[in-house]
């Protein structure tokens, strides 16, 4: 079994900061790309940042410049530090984690139970 357990969101005023750590746990072999999707009020989930196991990062264009991606390989961890919140960035935040639980497993996508963040205006 494997748990994606998202912290840090909260409530922030515009022009805050925000840092969301996502940890997995459980029987995991490898770990590919990690990344955030969030999901606003009326809104799809949308695709934020991703992380590869080598440190590429890849960021939708909404939050270039403001978020940062980043993850701890020894601890099977993903960060997304959140700068110059926006209102539009409110929305709850889910952890996403390509992985194979055993070293004869495909990949899959396993996903967090999602955290809020709102930001005020």
Do not use: H
Not at 59 to 87: C, E, H, W
């Amino acid at each position: 079994q494997v748990r994606l357990v998202e912290s840090g969101g909260g409530l922030v005023q515009a022009g805050g900061s925000l840092r969301l750590s996502c940890a997995a746990s459980g029987t995991i072999f490898n770990i590919n790309t990690m990344g955030w999707s969030r999901q606003g009020p009326g809104n799809q989930r949308e695709l934020v940042a991703t992380v590869t196991s080598g440190g590429s990062t890849n960021y939708a264009d909404s939050v270039k410049g403001r978020f940062t991606i980043s993850r701890d390989n020894a601890k099977n961890t993903v960060y997304l530090q959140m700068s110059s919140l926006k209102p539009e960035d409110t929305a709850v935040y889910y952890c996403n984690a390509r992985l194979a639980r055993n070293w004869w497993d495909n990949v899959n996508d396993y996903w967090g139970q999602g955290t809020q963040v709102t930001v005020s205006s």
